[in-house]
């Protein structure tokens, strides 16, 4: 192995642990202290202090510079919502930074791996837009959990309304010692209603940010309530029965269709498997389809038909209930 090929894959990983880590520390290196006085930064002039990570203060510096020309600014902004929807640990600015070092870095290890052409051409785009990709699985996972822990934080909110407390007052004890994405989301709506607007307009906000039909519903359970009347703790139960019988729905049905998951994941994953087997044992036997036209055509092909058949199986084992 050349000195050049051990150098462009020893700055692809560096490049890798780079972006791992800042992410890692932007999302999970927190206390939950940290994590409260974060939901009130959107609404604060920003202070970099001496106790954020190198890492940390080299990234917010970079984003300051993108900041500064409009058109880096506008294609930043574009991952705005995204960000916002996962919590707001990053600004569009840093996280355009973190896609340019992926694109580079997978640039770099397809080229010391393949060749420099096809690190130019796949990996720079896919490093870009793979960046997005993991972002929106992240996404969905926190949609995920917010679904499956909003019932037992309801519940929650009803034995302190039982109690005596306020409405205000329930949310601030449900989310008191809890950091997961309903209590972040709620700390958050307190915030905003603490400077001004409406509670129920802040709880709709976490809905569809959250893509939740079950906060939708439950603003609008709240604001019947306060236009006709009655008791909000049953209000508030029915709702919260509503959502635990529909999650338990969503579980059932997941559990039924995993079998057709793991076949999907199985079939993606059997070409790209095969083909790192047979690179790893027989190098030259797939050399000709890398460096030949007819080969980058098979290639081309090959990756076009499995896109359609992942479209396919996707759209076969989800089940929206």
């Given amino acids: 192995m050349s000195f050049a090929l051990i150098a462009a894959v020893s700055a692809a ?68 919502p ?30 010391a791996l393949l060749s420099p052409l096809f690190g130019v051409i796949l990996g720079l785009p896919g490093g870009f837009l793979g960046a997005n990709a993991v972002l929106k699985a992240r996404i969905r996972r926190r949609e995920q959990s917010f679904a499956d822990e909003l019932p037992g934080a309801l519940q929650l909110m009803i034995s302190s309304l039982r109690s005596g407390f306020t409405l205000h007052q329930s949310v601030e004890a449900t989310v008191r010692d809890d950091d997961g994405p309903v209590a972040t989301e709620l700390r958050r709506a307190l915030s905003e209603t603490r400077i001004s607007g409406d509670f129920e307009d802040a709880l709709e906000r976490i809905g569809e940010r959250m893509r939740s039909a079950e906060m939708i519903w439950l603003v609008m359970a709240l604001r019947l309530q306060k236009e006709v009347g009655g008791s909000l703790v049953e209000v508030m139960q029915t709702t919260a029965d509503t959502m635990r019988e529909r999650a338990y729905l969503q579980r059932h049905v997941r559990s039924l269709s995993g079998e057709g998951r793991v076949s999907a994941y199985v079939l993606g994953a059997m070409p790209f498997l095969a083909a790192g087997g047979i690179w790893l044992t027989q190098p030259t036997y797939l050399t000709p389809m890398f460096h030949q036209g007819i080969g980058i055509v098979m290639l081309v092909v090959a990756i076009t038909l499995m896109a359609i058949g992942a479209v396919w199986l996707r759209a076969v084992v989800k089940v929206e209930v």
Avoid at 16 to 37: C, N, S
Avoid at 43 to 66: C, K, M, N, W, Y
Wanted: hydrophobic residues 45%; glycine residues 10%; proline residues 4%.
């Fill in 82 to 111: 995204l960000l916002d929807r996962l919590g707001g640990t990053l600004r569009p600015s840093e996280w355009l930074i973190v896609r340019g070092c992926a694109a580079i870095g997978l640039a770099v290890l397809l080229g």
């Fill in 13 to 80: 990983a560096s490049a890798v642990f780079v972006i791992v880590f800042v992410i890692l520390q932007a999302t999970l290196g927190r206390t939950p202290i940290q994590r409260r006085l974060a939901t009130l930064r959107h609404f604060s002039v920003h202070r970099e202090t001496s106790s954020d990570p190198l890492l940390r203060r080299l990234l917010t510096a970079q984003g300051r510079r993108i900041e500064q020309h409009p058109g880096l600014l506008r294609l930043a902004e574009r991952s705005g």
